[in-house]
């Protein structure tokens, strides 16, 4: 594929199009996908020279000379092991950005009992990465990303959720950072960690999934932050969404945001109602 395309990535940490916006990021780039004659296999290579960001087509979408790479192969149902390197060198305004990431994400069906009516199964996914400055990035440093999560599911029902994400920092000058994700979908709805910051960050999750009266779907999260460095305290965000299908072609959604900062970061309350129609 050449030209202007969506690129997602596993679950979109590092590279993702920040879907929910109304104008999605995409990448000028040329890729190709292949399994190679392998079902359990999938290889995927692009490089990209810019990339559009959501601000739309008068917002800053920098140039850059990235490699983006991501192979995944399905040991059993309880093991996928993707290892992947993305390559990115921007140009122009954001030279911070550029950074070579290289990692490895697991995940897989814990348990699952086929003869179970109920259909009550768990997964998890683990990811470990190291960034270092690339490019013209103007800071030398070197930072880890850790990330575990573990859910319990049952069919019509919901689920439960617990996980844990790690953004290293490099002596508090400068942290690992995702200028290619979607961030929205991470460190809470509030958006106060789209960038983070130099003395990195931890945040212990956990969250309820429930399928509702009525055919609507619902979501609770509450997230506890605290930097790396240091460990200092910067409070608890509470998040719930709520998704309702009128027809197959349209949804209507309504999520909130509510952060209670702490070490100097501001409370925050954000509110959202959101309608969709797919044609």
Request: proline share 4%; charged share 20%; aromatic share 16%.
């Amino acid at each position: 594929r050449g030209g202007r395309q969506r690129i997602k990535l596993d679950d979109d940490r590092f590279i993702g199009n920040v879907g929910w916006r109304q104008f999605e990021e995409l990448f000028d780039a040329v890729s190709v996908r292949t399994d190679l004659g392998n079902d359990r296999l999938s290889v995927f290579y692009a490089y990209a020279w810019q990339v559009q960001r959501i601000f739309g087509p008068d917002g800053p979408n920098p140039d850059f000379d990235s490699h983006l790479i991501n192979v995944s192969y399905k040991v059993a149902p309880e093991i996928t092991v993707v290892p992947f390197a993305y390559l990115l060198d921007f140009r122009g305004d954001e030279p911070q950005n550029s950074s070579n990431n290289l990692g490895l994400r697991l995940t897989g069906t814990l348990w699952q009992d086929a003869d179970d009516a109920s259909d009550l199964y768990a997964d998890y996914e683990l990811t470990y990465a190291h960034q270092w400055d690339a490019g013209s990035n103007p800071v030398n440093y070197d930072a880890e990303f850790v990330a575990a999560q573990v859910r319990a599911h049952r069919k019509g029902v919901g689920f439960l959720l617990a996980g844990f994400q790690f953004l290293g920092s490099d002596n508090g000058n400068f942290a690992f950072r995702f200028p290619l994700g979607t961030n929205h979908k991470f460190q809470g709805f509030a958006d106060n960690f789209l960038v983070t910051p130099n003395a990195g960050l931890q945040d212990l999750h956990f969250g309820v999934g429930a399928d509702l009266p009525w055919g609507i779907k619902g979501v609770a999260t509450v997230h506890k932050f605290w930097t790396d460095e240091g460990g200092d305290d910067l409070g608890e965000e509470y998040d719930f969404v709520a998704v309702k299908k009128i027809t197959p072609n349209w949804s209507v959604l309504t999520k909130g945001a509510f952060y209670d900062g702490d070490s100097g970061q501001p409370d925050t309350t954000r509110f959202w109602l959101e309608t969709t129609v797919h044609f």
